[in-house]
């Protein structure tokens, strides 16, 4: 147990995937949540699943978080639901995988509205509740294309600005007790994942089975890919007062398959 208990949370892209593992995990402490996304009926299973299975209080909030003035709502909302928040995870978003030749304007303008600036602007509206309230967790849950560039994902340089985006926050929140922190997945078990093999093993003219056996073998030395359960387990541990020190900082989960020196 990571002494979460009774904390409130608020959690982004919670329907499905890492969001959805993350409000388990989290609720697992007995930590009340708020979980937002786009799908009513499938947000509103989840939430009452989570509840159901963990006894917390679950809040559904259906919102796009693409548009502008949605976080402030989803927020708002969420703190009036749960009198405060103490976390927020930043989960919400996706990019399409492809090339600076095959993504469009529209590609780059809607991943903008949604993976970056709705990072932010949740960022913003949340840090303001915790700056009052005396402090709290931001988790941005960002990727390893962050630090590792490829010409199959040039849109994957949004996580590199949100990487940037979460050492800022850090540091200005630091001195009120806000701490800030990413997590950077490696290719992870979700419908994501696929949607990434099928470009990929198309682009290098394979199968998607060959392509995830060649993968497995030549670009993971740990053997397996991350698990949705995986993230969650790092967003529980910096959400703990353990991970204090950690604040500014990213954790890599990607099976050693990024090449760096750290």
Known sequence: MRGLRSRRALVTGASAGIGLATAHRLASEGVNLAVV?????????????????????????????????????????????????DILVNNAGSSPFGSLEAVTDDDWSSSIDLKL?????????AFAIMKEGGGGVIVNVVGMAGRSAS???????????????????AELGGPHGI???????????TDRMEEAIEVWARDAGMTNEAF????????????????????????????????????????????????GVF
Request: net charge neutral; proline share 6%; aromatic share 4%.
């Open 212 to 259: 995830r056996s060649s993968y497995l073998k030549d670009k993971v030395p740990l053997g397996r890919l991350t698990t949705p359960e995986d993230v969650a387990e790092a967003v529980a541990y910096l959400c703990s007062d353990a991970a204090a020190p950690a604040t500014g900082s990213a954790i890599q989960l990607d099976g050693a398959s990024t090449r």
């Open 151 to 169: 010409p199959a994902y040039v849109l994957g340089s949004l996580n590199a600005a949100l990487l940037h985006f979460t050492k800022s926050v």
């Open 179 to 189: 701490r800030v922190m990413a997590v950077n997945p490696g290719l992870t078990t």
């Open 117 to 125: 600036m709705g990072y932010v602007r949740c960022t913003r509206a």
């Open 37 to 85: 996304a786009r799908g009513e009926t499938r947000l509103s299973e989840a939430a009452t699943h989570i509840a159901q299975t963990h006894g917390v209080e679950v809040t559904p909030i259906v919102a796009d978080l693409a548009v502008p003035e949605a976080p402030d709502r989803v927020v708002g909302q969420a703190a009036d639901a749960l009198g405060g928040i």
